[in-house]
């Protein structure tokens, strides 16, 4: 008989994170979901202008790229598991076969990536926030963008081009969100830097 180890401490060892990893990643996910309050349904768009991405931003930006991904995983696998976590209290494991769907593995893509880059910027730096936008703007938004369309031109046949024509209404929100995020990612690295993953407070490099 084996024993699963992948949640023991020493398995949370392995996977290069802490308790206060973890914690953070949980908080992060309940982030994203207290923003599930915001859902403004868009004339001619199957997918809603929603606030929740803008916890995907944070969780990048503050994280970086292993614990942002993990805390979108982990509200993401709550949602497939029944919770009513979505803007407008959707949950269960069909939103995967909704027009949502790209979108949902664009937030862990984008998380990852604003956090693999946003963890090279020094926010102290006179170009730092430009650059924690810059990251924002690529990972969180564009890239988002990108495989939420694709994905979405399935489950409606309509065509990318018109698709993209359509969601360009998403872009002023999408970049106020990556404006705040790069903003709030520079004051906390300033005020209150969080520690890389599996590093503890004052052993940073
Ligand atoms: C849902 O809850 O079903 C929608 C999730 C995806 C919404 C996307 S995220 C990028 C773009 N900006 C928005 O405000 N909405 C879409």
New binding site residues.
């Given amino acids: 008989m084996s024993i699963d180890t992948s949640v023991s401490p020493r398995g949370i060892a392995r996977a290069g994170l802490l308790p206060r990893d973890l914690a953070l990643i949980a908080l992060f996910a309940a982030l994203i979901a207290s923003l599930?309050f915001v859902?403004?349904p868009v004339a001619g768009l199957p997918?809603?202008?929603?606030?929740?991405?803008l916890g995907v931003l944070l969780a990048g930006s503050i994280l970086g790229w292993k614990r942002g991904a993990l805390a979108v995983i982990a509200f993401l696998a709550l949602v497939s598991a029944g919770l009513p976590l979505?803007?407008?209290g959707?949950g269960g494991i069909g939103?995967w076969a909704?027009?949502?769907a790209g979108?949902?593995v664009?937030?862990i893509i984008g998380a990852a990536v604003v956090g693999f880059l946003a963890s090279r910027v020094k926010a102290n730096s006179k170009s730092g926030f430009l650059l924690l936008l810059a990251a924002n703007v690529f990972g969180g938004?564009l890239l988002?963008?990108l495989t939420?369309t694709v994905v979405s031109t399935f489950f409606t046949g309509v065509g990318l081009v018109p698709t993209w024509a359509a969601?360009l209404i998403?872009l002023p929100?999408?970049l106020a969100?990556a404006v705040i995020a790069a903003l709030v990612a520079q004051g906390i690295q300033r005020a209150y830097p969080v520690p890389p993953a599996g590093v503890r407070r004052g052993e940073e490099a």
């Fill in positions: 599930g859902a403004i997918v809603p202008i929603v606030l929740q991405n979505l803007s407008g959707r939103v909704t027009p949502s979108y949902f664009g937030w938004v988002v963008w939420g969601s998403f929100g999408d969100k």
